[in-house]
């Protein structure tokens, strides 16, 4: 199953309202994020909070490359979804959601930056294909 989930905040004038834009327009959105989930999985339910990522160079090992090294859940809840299922059969995507979602800050004490894994790329990311991995590793750049 594929499904596109699309995040929008149901008030465009909530906190923030003035960073939330297109590129390279710059024009104003609501949108807050887009998620391609190929799960199987349901959609996201009333209560479901988007999760919210950062970057700590201080934190940041090789393996992170500049990508996330935190992430915590964001004051954004979801509070209505709505679903609508392709029925002609050619469509890119079997249902497209959308998710909209109130701003709810949670108190910054009961919700900390938790450090996260960095992804770990081995012979098994490349199907197995030992040269593969071999040849991705020789053109990684390592910086002192």
């Known amino acids: 199953m594929s ?10 004038s ?5 960073a939330r834009t297109l590129e390279p327009s710059g024009s104003l959105t609501d949108l807050l994020g887009q998620h391609f989930d190929y799960s199987n999985g349901s959609a996201p ?12 160079d201080v934190a940041a090992t090789f393996d992170h490359r500049g990508g996330v090294t935190h992430q915590r859940l964001s004051a954004w809840r979801v509070s209505r979804v709505d679903e ?3 029925n002609t059969g050619q469509e890119a995507m079997d249902d497209v959601v959308i998710a909209y979602c109130a701003y709810e ?3 910054e004490n009961e919700n900390p930056w938790v450090e ?10 490349f199907g ?8 991705w590793k020789s053109r990684q750049v390592v910086t002192v």
Request: glycine letters at 8%; zero cysteines.
């Open 45 to 56: 339910e009333v209560g479901y909070r988007l999760p919210e990522f950062k970057h700590d």
């Open 3 to 12: 499904r596109l989930v699309i995040f929008k905040a149901d008030d465009s």
């Open 14 to 18: 909530a906190p923030g309202w003035e």
């Open 105 to 107: 800050p949670l108190p």
């Open 84 to 86: 609508y299922v392709g």
């Open 116 to 125: 996260t894994a960095p992804a770990i790329v081995s012979p098994d990311s």
């Open 128 to 135: 197995g294909d030992v040269a593969a991995y071999e040849a």
